[in-house]
Structures are given as structure tokens and as C-alpha cells.
């Protein structure tokens, strides 16, 4: 295995991206997006892609930049949130959406990851998440053109769990605070809620990261196993931080 992950540059971490291509992408919010790596593969040109992710970034930045080029086809995530242009194309039939809870898209992005191809959770049981009829892809004039499928529900000691499966995607996009050039990362406060498990569930994992240093085993958070190209950021890069909703007193 490579020991030195280090790439010169963002065209060069993304060597390997084609059409059609599945993308898990870290970030919470506008919290420790991978945004340095979002705008290189915008401008790689790649169309029909898949992205899981907490949520699909917001009009004009962070994800947001792929959703209003038209180059996402379907999108897993948690929620919509104030992105209006997801919104859009979702409920105009643009664009497949697969919504699940949260804790259960945290728990399938670490699964994939482990190798775990699926797992019993209690959260969906009893709603559409378990029982199906979720509209994943609307028809232009509203109506439901494909609907999510029932998913097994199962009893242990009582009370039911639904199935859900594990994901593995074909490239990981993450962001952390500092990394080393082995792979192994630390991340700062938000931004740790899913970019560990996006970087995980990728089968070439991507990581820009703020400081390349020497780093404590013990304060790895990620270990370099799961990551296979490391980008360093300038200062400005790193300095450059969304804000997903300001608010003055």
C-alpha cells in the first residue's frame, strides 16, 4: 500500500472521476465541507452522479454548485433544508432523492464502511420509511413517478426494527482539520459528525485537509487506512468557511 498519499493538486486527487460515478461527501451544514474538491469536480465536466450525503449543500454553495449545473442525477440524504433548487428539481422529477433519518444514514455510511452489508435499526419503524411510498422521483406534472419499496421489519425481544442497508460509494469527499501524509485525520468539532463516516464509505477516499502535520496516534479520529489521496490546502483555502445562515443582534 502507498505509505506517502499525498497529490499535488485537486485535478490530481480526483484522477479517476467519470459520469455516473457515486460520491459520499462529508459535511454538516455548511460545517466542514469538502468545498475545495466540490469545485474541481464541477470542473472536471462529470454529469449522472450520485451523492450521499447529510444534506445536498445550499443554493450556490457547497454541493449547491453540482445541483445547479445539472450534474447530480440522484441524491441520498437526511434532508432538504432551505436549498431551494433541490427543492426544485426534486419535486419537478429532475432528480431521484432517497430521504432517510439521520441517524440511520450515519449508521449505513459506517456499516458500508465496515463491511457490514446491512443492519436492524428501530428508527422509520411503523412510517413510509419502513413501509414504503416515499416519492423517490416525482413526475413534472406532481405526481409520484417511483416510489421507495417496503423494507423487512423483524421483531427482537419485543419490539420491531426495519432493515436498512449499507452504503459503499465509488468515491469519498472529505474535509479535515489536520491530517498526515499516511491518510490518518483529525477533525474539528461539526465537522466530525460525517465526514469520518463519508470517508469510510468510499472505495477511493479523498481528504483536503487544512494542516498536513505529523500527527499522535492518539489523537487520530480517522485512521489512513481508509483514505487514499491526501490534498493540503493553501491558507486561503483553509480560511474559507461558509456560513449557512447569519444571524445579527
Keep these: 500500500m502507498r505509505r506517502d498519499k499525498v497529490v499535488a493538486t485537486a485535478e490530481e486527487a480526483l484522477a479517476g472521476v467519470r459520469d455516473g460515478a457515486s ?16 469545485q474541481a469536480l464541477h470542473a472536471t465536466g462529470v454529469t449522472g452522479i450520485g451523492v450521499v450525503s447529510n ?32 427543492a426544485r428539481q426534486y419535486l419537478s422529477g429532475e432528480l431521484e432523492v432517497e430521504l432517510t433519518p439521520q441517524g440511520s444514514l450515519a449508521e449505513r455510511l459506517r456499516a458500508g464502511g465496515a463491511g457490514i452489508p446491512a443492519f436492524y435499526t428501530p428508527a422509520g419503524v411503523g412510517t413510509p420509511v419502513a ?67 463519508a470517508a469510510m464509505a468510499g472505495r477511493i477516499t479523498v481528504a483536503e485537509v487544512e494542516e498536513l502535520t505529523e500527527l499522535d496516534p492518539d ?20 480560511a474559507a468557511k461558509g456560513v449557512e445562515k447569519r444571524t445579527l443582534r
Excluded at 56 to 83: E, M, P
Design 131 to 197: 413501509d414504503g411510498g416515499l416519492p423517490l422521483r416525482h413526475s413534472p406534472d406532481g405526481s409520484i413517478a417511483l416510489a421507495s419499496p417496503p423494507k423487512e421489519v423483524r421483531e427482537f425481544d419485543g419490539r420491531q426494527y426495519v432493515l436498512e442497508r449499507g452504503i459503499t460509494t465509488d468515491f469519498a469527499l472529505v474535509r479535515a482539520a489536520r491530517g498526515d501524509r499516511h491518510g490518518n485525520l483529525v477533525f474539528a468539532k461539526a465537522a466530525r459528525n460525517f465526514n469520518p463516516l
Design 219 to 238: 489523537e487520530v479520529h480517522l485512521p489512513g487506512v481508509f483514505v487514499q489521496r491526501v490534498l493540503a490546502l493553501t491558507p486561503e483555502q483553509a
Design 23 to 38: 460520491f459520499a461527501v462529508g459535511g454538516f451544514g455548511l460545517s466542514g465541507i469538502p468545498n475545495v474538491l466540490i
Design 55 to 86: 444534506n445536498c449543500g445550499v443554493d450556490g454553495g457547497g454541493l449547491g454548485v453540482l445541483l445547479a449545473a445539472g450534474r447530480i442525477a440522484r441524491v441520498t440524504a437526511s434532508y432538504i433544508g432551505d436549498n431551494k433548487e433541490f
